[in-house]
């Protein structure tokens, strides 16, 4: 029996973690998917949302469901001024132009944060409901590691259901499979990658917000999380949002395992096995078949 309750408990500490890897990266498989850009800045979109997320909380007293919505609406916005302004000059450069400009992005905003707020680890402050542990009836188990599987969850099946059940669903899709036939049949692709490229920066600032009391906040946090996003978008497959989410859930799962089990071999493993996995389908575990 507490085999089975640590393994329990084991499963649903990774399945949180896949959450917030899937909340992050799935407009990150969206976006370069749909526009073939090598975003490497998409992990420092999500470290500001998680900032402006935890400090109106702390500073401005911003119950914890606002914050999130206020750390979404923020970063959507400032997205689309770096899409517009320096983000949509590159797009027909190449790739080595692309992760060269993304990445001094990044050492950017690490710079900019740590000048501004300070290198030290941010706390989220939890609201009293989110406290505390959860009977399951088998185990008892954190409330926020409950709560992030829900929400999760929720995001999941909404944004499944955008993606295949609206007209601008339709049109990303569309655009993520044959971009030249999607133009031809008068779809603004600029227009599509911009709203999509925000939404996604939105996306990510929510999951930096809900991370940071689960596996933390710094402004090391782009570079420290980085492969761990490249890793779900490229196992889940370009423009694949269940493919993004199983593969993060199978990342998450695994990783807290092996960090439990194998501390000082446990990331090692994650990298050979997604390695060989992409040796084996390029395309990705969850992706189509390669054009």
Request: overall charge positive; charged content about 10%; aromatic content about 12%.
């Amino acid at each position: 029996m507490i085999v089975g309750t640590d393994i329990l408990s084991m499963l649903l500490g990774g399945l949180a973690a896949g959450m917030v890897l899937f909340i992050v990266s799935v407009g990150l498989s969206v976006t370069m998917g749909l526009m073939g850009f090598v975003n490497l800045a998409h992990g420092a979109f999500a470290m500001l949302g998680g900032y402006v997320i935890v400090l109106t909380m702390r500073y401005w007293g911003i119950g914890f469901v606002p914050a999130l919505a206020l750390g979404f609406v923020v970063i959507a916005a400032v997205s689309i001024v770096f899409e517009r302004l320096l983000y949509a000059r590159l797009y027909r450069a190449s790739e080595l132009d692309q992760v060269l400009f993304t990445i001094g992005l990044v050492f950017f905003m690490i710079a900019a944060v740590t000048l501004i707020v300070g290198p030290e680890n941010q706390q989220l402050m939890l609201p009293s409901w989110l406290q505390g542990q959860l009977d399951l009836g088998i185990v008892q188990y954190r409330t926020y590691s409950i709560f992030l599987i829900v929400v999760g969850s929720a995001i999941a099946l909404g944004l499944w259901l955008g993606f295949e059940r609206t007209r601008m669903g339709a049109q990303i899709r569309a655009a993520v499979d044959n971009r030249r036939m999607a133009e031809s049949l008068g779809i603004n692709i600029d227009r599509l990658f911009m709203l999509t490229f925000a939404f996604g920066s939105g996306m990510a600032a929510i999951g930096g917000g809900l991370g940071a009391e689960f596996i933390g906040l710094n402004p090391q946090y782009p570079l420290i999380y980085l492969v761990y996003f490249l890793i779900v978008v490229a196992v889940g497959g370009l423009g694949r949002v269940t493919g993004v989410f199983f593969a993060a859930l199978i990342i998450g799962v695994l990783d807290f395992a092996l960090k439990k089990y194998l501390p000082q071999g446990g990331t090692l493993f994650i990298y050979a096995l997604a390695i060989l996995l992409l040796l084996w389908r390029p395309q990705g575990l969850f992706g189509g078949k390669p054009t």
